[in-house]
């Protein structure tokens, strides 16, 4: 499983570096001058109270905003800036915090849609679903069955999305991610909203992915157990600013964390 | 007799006693339908990707015709000038994303349906300050295009038919069929059906919007170029078209603004409805029904079924 183009990235070593990344919207500091860095291989939670800018953080590591200062490593290669579509074709995928599926279509052709940057072959052979396209089909469509498999979706294929609970939309929407194989995946809230049976099921998914496929996945959320069971690092963002990084078991002993959560006298 | 009567009993004896009137009408209202649907068309293939009202469609089937005719009424060969066109309305769909569409990208929808506004007064001036704002003559036969018309005895009377019509109603299905096979079935359909239901969902599995509206824009001048060689040659090519072409905010009230079989159903309905009521009711009130049937028909469905014959019904989970 490797993404097209970039060079590979060993296991343990750093994938995405983020550098003194500043992002405001007008007045407003959404993240000020943070630093952290993945790791291939590794399950990475992103956390923090409301408002302490880790959607920003996530948006600003596919591309859907740009930081006003610092820089972005992916596989070796620093940029300023990532465009959307050039994250997604070096690897780079998601899943949003609302839930942004296509929602007229069906799950079956929302996963497919994540096969987009990977089908090749002529428009034209295409129209006529004759020949290399036919092909190339097939072989997406067995890939994408492998992934409703994996998830456990086969029921719901050709359900329209908007029709399904909520719970199976976010299940659809890591499937459209997956599909992607990304060398890395980002979550953004995977589990919000979910009752705990859900949230089981979400956290075998994620760490299957990570196991399974190798994908290397950074997340966000709220549910401290989740994130304690699931994560390698964890880094905490408070207002904006990285106040923590490290092992769970180090961050829930961090002090500053503590604060950041709880509140502190003044 | 009495009113009632006139309005509601006589106007089906016409039909039946006259059969061969009633199926020249259904025809010339089929074919006008036609000609509204491939207008609604273009509004809808660009509503559906982009979400945006693009006022300026009735003018681009104009400015295609036109541009057409033009080039080839200063010395290039008809089929050269046919591709010309094409190649122009793909610089159009080019600059339009430019210049239009990217700038404005996240601002609310009326903005983006203001600035179409201002693309229909650009194309009008720039198409008159090049082409000169004299009505034309479409170029049927150079492009091989039939002419002149097939009469049949049927029905106990005569039903006559333009070539023209034929060649008409068999180009715009071969499109409609081809738009059809090409959003349903090609990675690029997919991505479009995937830009209009999302954007952001679509930027994350690596579709570039810009390239999608490039390419909508582009669908919607093709089916507009279309469009304006058909109504060119039924009447002359002239920005008076434009008026016409409003005729398509009724039919895409009836078919639902994201549908394009709607589309399709609404524009024949409005079409043959139009005829119908013309021919058939118009003398009873001094005639002249066809400026306005379109419109009420509307209202009404605005009344009883505001999202139109197929459009998506809005459904919020709360």
């Given at each position: 499983?490797?993404?097209?183009?970039g060079?590979?990235?060993?296991?343990?070593?750093?994938l995405?570096?983020?550098?003194?990344?500043s992002?405001s919207?007008g007045?407003?500091?959404?993240?000020?001058?943070?630093?952290?860095?993945?790791?291939?291989?590794?399950?990475?939670?992103?956390?923090?109270?409301?408002?302490?800018?880790k959607?920003?953080m996530?948006?600003?590591?596919n591309g859907?905003?740009?930081?006003?200062?610092?820089?972005?490593t992916?596989?070796?290669?620093?940029r300023?800036?990532?465009?959307p579509?050039?994250?997604?074709?070096g690897g780079i995928?998601?899943?949003?915090?609302?839930?942004?599926?296509?929602r007229?279509?069906?799950?079956?052709?929302?996963?497919?849609?994540?096969?987009?940057?990977?089908?090749?072959?002529?428009?034209?052979w295409?129209?006529?679903r004759?020949g290399?396209?036919?092909?190339?089909e097939v072989?997406?469509?067995?890939?994408?069955e492998?992934?409703?498999?994996?998830?456990?979706?086969?029921?719901?294929?050709?359900v329209?999305?908007?029709?399904?609970?909520?719970?199976?939309?976010?299940?659809?929407?890591?499937g459209?991610?997956?599909?992607?194989?990304?060398?890395?995946?980002?979550?953004?809230?995977p589990?919000a909203?979910?009752n705990l049976?859900?949230?089981?099921?979400?956290?075998?998914?994620?760490l299957?992915?990570?196991?399974?496929y190798?994908t290397?996945?950074?997340?966000?959320e709220?549910?401290?157990?989740v994130?304690?069971?699931?994560?390698?690092?964890?880094?905490?963002?408070?207002?904006?600013?990285?106040?923590?990084?490290?092992t769970?078991?180090?961050?829930?002993?961090?002090?500053?964390?503590?604060d950041a959560?709880?509140?502190?006298?003044? | 007799?009495?009113?009632?009567?006139?309005?509601?009993?006589?106007?089906f004896?016409?039909?039946?006693?006259?059969p061969?009137?009633?199926?020249?009408?259904?025809?010339?209202?089929?074919?006008?339908?036609?000609?509204?649907?491939?207008?609604?068309?273009?509004f809808?293939?660009?509503?559906?990707?982009?979400?945006?009202?693009?006022?300026?469609?009735?003018?681009m089937?104009?400015?295609?015709?036109?541009?057409?005719v033009g080039?080839?009424n200063v010395?290039?060969?008809a089929?050269l000038?046919?591709?010309?066109t094409?190649?122009?309305?793909f610089?159009?769909?080019?600059?339009?994303e430019?210049?239009?569409?990217?700038?404005?990208v996240n601002?609310p929808d009326?903005?983006?349906?203001?600035?179409?506004?201002?693309?229909?007064?650009?194309?009008?001036g720039a198409?008159?300050?090049?082409?000169?704002?004299?009505p034309k003559?479409m170029?049927?036969?150079?492009?091989?295009?039939?002419k002149?018309?097939?009469?049949?005895?049927?029905?106990?009377?005569?039903?006559?038919?333009?070539?023209?019509?034929?060649?008409a109603?068999?180009?715009?299905?071969v499109?409609?069929?081809?738009?059809a096979?090409?959003?349903?079935?090609t990675?690029?359909?997919?991505?479009?059906?995937?830009?209009?239901?999302?954007?952001a969902?679509?930027?994350?599995?690596g579709?570039?919007?810009?390239?999608?509206?490039?390419?909508?824009?582009?669908?919607?001048?093709l089916v507009?170029?279309?469009?304006?060689?058909f109504?060119?040659a039924?009447?002359?090519?002239s920005f008076?078209?434009?008026?016409?072409?409003?005729?398509?905010?009724?039919v895409l009230?009836?078919?639902?603004?994201?549908s394009?079989p709607?589309?399709?159903?609404g524009?024949?309905?409005i079409?043959i409805?139009?005829?119908?009521?013309?021919?058939?009711?118009?003398?009873?009130?001094?005639?002249?029904?066809?400026?306005?049937?379109?419109?009420v028909?509307?209202?009404?469905?605005l009344l009883?079924?505001?999202?139109g014959?197929?459009?998506?019904?809005?459904?919020?989970?709360?």
């Amino acid at each position: 499983m490797r993404a097209p183009g970039g060079p590979d990235v060993a296991v343990g070593d750093v994938l995405l570096a983020v550098e003194n990344v500043s992002l405001s919207f007008g007045g407003v500091k959404a993240v000020s001058d943070v630093s952290f860095d993945i790791r291939k291989g590794e399950i990475r939670a992103i956390i923090g109270p409301n408002g302490a800018g880790k959607t920003s953080m996530l948006n600003v590591i596919n591309g859907f905003y740009h930081p006003q200062q610092g820089r972005i490593t992916f596989k070796g290669e620093a940029r300023a800036r990532m465009r959307p579509h050039e994250a997604a074709s070096g690897g780079i995928a998601r899943t949003f915090q609302n839930v942004a599926l296509f929602r007229g279509m069906t799950a079956l052709d929302n996963i497919m849609a994540g096969r987009t940057l990977r089908m090749h072959s002529n428009f034209f052979w295409q129209l006529l679903r004759y020949g290399p396209a036919m092909r190339e089909e097939v072989e997406h469509r067995r890939r994408v069955e492998e992934i409703i498999d994996f998830l456990k979706i086969q029921e719901i294929r050709r359900v329209p999305v908007g029709r399904l609970p909520y719970g199976l939309q976010k299940r659809v929407e890591l499937g459209r991610a997956l599909a992607m194989e990304p060398e890395l995946l980002l979550l953004d809230e995977p589990m919000a909203g979910m009752n705990l049976e859900e949230k089981e099921d979400m956290s075998r998914f994620v760490l299957d992915a990570n196991d399974h496929y190798g994908t290397t996945i950074a997340l966000i959320e709220h549910d401290m157990g989740v994130v304690m069971d699931l994560s390698d690092r964890v880094v905490v963002l408070d207002h904006g600013i990285k106040i923590a990084d490290g092992t769970p078991a180090e961050v829930k002993g961090n002090q500053a964390v503590i604060d950041a959560y709880l509140g502190v006298a003044h | 007799m009495g009113p009632l009567y006139q309005i509601f009993i006589d106007p089906f004896v016409q039909m039946g006693t006259a059969p061969d009137l009633l199926v020249q009408t259904l025809w010339e209202g089929m074919v006008g339908g036609m000609l509204y649907a491939l207008i609604a068309l273009g509004f809808v293939l660009i509503f559906k990707a982009s979400g945006v009202f693009n006022f300026a469609q009735g003018i681009m089937v104009v400015f295609a015709a036109l541009t057409l005719v033009g080039l080839y009424n200063v010395g290039v060969p008809a089929f050269l000038a046919l591709g010309l066109t094409i190649a122009v309305m793909f610089g159009l769909a080019f600059v339009v994303e430019r210049l239009v569409l990217r700038p404005l990208v996240n601002q609310p929808d009326i903005i983006l349906f203001m600035a179409t506004f201002g693309l229909t007064y650009f194309l009008i001036g720039a198409g008159e300050f090049v082409f000169g704002g004299d009505p034309k003559v479409m170029i049927t036969e150079q492009l091989f295009l039939p002419k002149g018309a097939v009469t049949y005895k049927a029905l106990g009377g005569i039903i006559s038919v333009q070539k023209l019509d034929v060649a008409a109603a068999v180009i715009a299905s071969v499109m409609v069929a081809g738009l059809a096979v090409f959003f349903s079935k090609t990675r690029i359909g997919r991505a479009l059906r995937a830009v209009a239901d999302s954007h952001a969902a679509a930027l994350s599995v690596g579709i570039s919007l810009e390239q999608i509206w490039v390419i909508v824009w582009f669908a919607a001048g093709l089916v507009a170029l279309v469009t304006g060689i058909f109504w060119g040659a039924r009447s002359d090519v002239s920005f008076a078209l434009d008026v016409i072409a409003l005729k398509a905010l009724p039919v895409l009230i009836l078919g639902g603004l994201t549908s394009i079989p709607g589309a399709i159903v609404g524009g024949l309905i409005i079409g043959i409805g139009e005829k119908m009521w013309e021919f058939y009711w118009g003398p009873l009130i001094g005639g002249g029904t066809d400026a306005w049937f379109a419109y009420v028909i509307a209202l009404v469905f605005l009344l009883f079924k505001p999202q139109g014959l197929f459009g998506e019904k809005i459904i919020e989970r709360v």
